[in-house]
């Protein structure tokens, strides 16, 4: 039970060094967005769904406006069903996502675009 102690007393002042020091990081703090689904039509005229769930990673605390689901939604379904379908199409997921994001009001401070889910139906 002692050294357990002496563990906990070692970290817990290695953390107050670290926080005097100033080399204390904060860790990523993630938005999930909501369950966007796309409908589409391909080419040879079947019908096609994608689910889609995202994150955005952002250094600190930030609010973004619930409409940039829409247009996220908005600009894939403006795209070419065959465009997504390629083993390419998380990239191109992302880039889009990225895109809009930043351009919304504390937006401009993503880092990162993580697909959670991506399904093609």
């Known amino acids: 039970m002692t050294a357990l102690r002496r563990r906990l007393a070692a970290a817990a002042l290695a953390a107050l060094l670290g926080l005097a020091a100033g080399r204390a990081e904060a860790a990523d703090v993630y938005v999930k967005l909501h369950t966007m689904t796309v409908e589409m ?3 040879s005229g079947l019908f096609h769904q994608i689910i889609l769930d995202l994150m955005v990673a ?4 930030t609010k973004l406006d619930k409409s940039v689901v829409y247009k996220i939604q908005q600009a894939l379904q403006s795209l070419p069903y065959e465009e997504l379908a390629k083993p390419s199409g998380a990239t191109t997921v992302k880039a889009i996502a990225m895109a809009i994001i930043t ?19």
């Open 41 to 43: 039509w391909d080419s």
């Open 58 to 61: 952002f250094p600190e605390q």
């Open 103 to 121: 351009k919304q009001p504390g937006g401009e401070r993503a880092e990162d675009v993580l697909i959670q889910k991506l399904m093609v139906f």
